[in-house]
Nanobody, 127 residues
Framework: QVQLAESGGGLVQAGDSLRLSCAASGRTASSSTMGWFRQAPGKERQFVVAISAGDGSTAYADSVKGRFTISRDNAKNTVYLQMNGLQPEDTAVYYC????????????????????WGQGTQVTVSS
């Protein structure tokens, strides 16, 4: 069993930055594929980024590449999402999710491949 808890969301202006945190318990984040997804009202849950277990390889959605950065602190069992240059279209509830280590190589952008989810944190970007 894995418990995930996101924090760090808020209301910011276009161009601002936020850092989201995802604290994991019950299983180490370093042994799991960890992903961030987001869901805007009336839209499907959308893949943002994932980080692999072990070597920490990363994969980003094109819409956030160059602006968002995922990282992991194994000592704190926490995954971070640094979001720079936020735009109104980034407004959504952001979810942290955990999956098997294999998921990074087969299905990392598919939310159905992730067994564990946090409760989500709201990010609102005003223009």
């Amino acid at each position: 069993q894995v418990q995930l808890a996101e924090s760090g969301g808020g209301l910011v202006q276009a161009g601002d930055s936020l850092r989201l945190s995802c604290a994991a318990s019950g299983r180490t984040a370093s042994s799991s594929t960890m992903g961030w997804f987001r869901q805007a009202p009336g839209k499907e849950r959308q893949f943002v980024v994932a980080i692999s277990a072990g070597d920490g390889s990363t994969a980003y959605a094109d819409s956030v590449k160059g602006r968002f950065t995922i990282s992991r602190d194994n000592a704190k069992n926490t995954v971070y999402l640094q979001m720079n240059g936020l735009q109104p279209e980034d407004t959504a509830v952001y979810y942290c999710a955990a999956a098997t280590s294999f998921t990074f190589y087969a299905g990392k952008s598919d939310p159905t491949r992730y067994a564990y989810w946090g409760q989500g944190t709201q990010v609102t970007v005003s223009s």
